[in-house]
């Protein structure tokens, strides 16, 4: 019998993890995508400090209309912004498991328009 979709995402996610650690220089970018949100943070894995959050629920993102996918590049550019304040200009991009397609290419590439290197 084959693995569950959620264990088959976690097993994914674990392999992902190996390799982006976030440091104080490079904090890790962490996705967070359920059926209608999408959520993100940038994490500093060494004091595991969140340096900054983002996500389709915050109510700056309430006012934007469009597709979950135009949703996801909003909250990156947004995310990129409170990024930016903090002082962080390149990350570790972590995808949590999911396929880097669709709504989570949407935040990758939103975050890059608003200055984020990774």
Known sequence: MGLTKSENRSRIRRRIR??????QERPRLSVFRSNKE???QIIDDTTGKTL?????????????????SELAA??????AKKALDAGVETVAFDRGGYQYHGR???LADGAREGGLKF
Do not use: N, Q
Request: charged share 30%; no cysteine; aromatic share 6%.
């Open 38 to 40: 999408i959520y993100a």
């Open 52 to 68: 900054a959050a983002a996500s389709s629920r915050d109510k700056a993102m309430s006012k934007v209309k469009g597709t979950k």
């Open 104 to 106: 989570v290419k949407s």
């Open 74 to 79: 909003e909250v990156g550019k947004t995310l």
């Open 18 to 23: 190996k390799v982006s650690f976030g440091s």
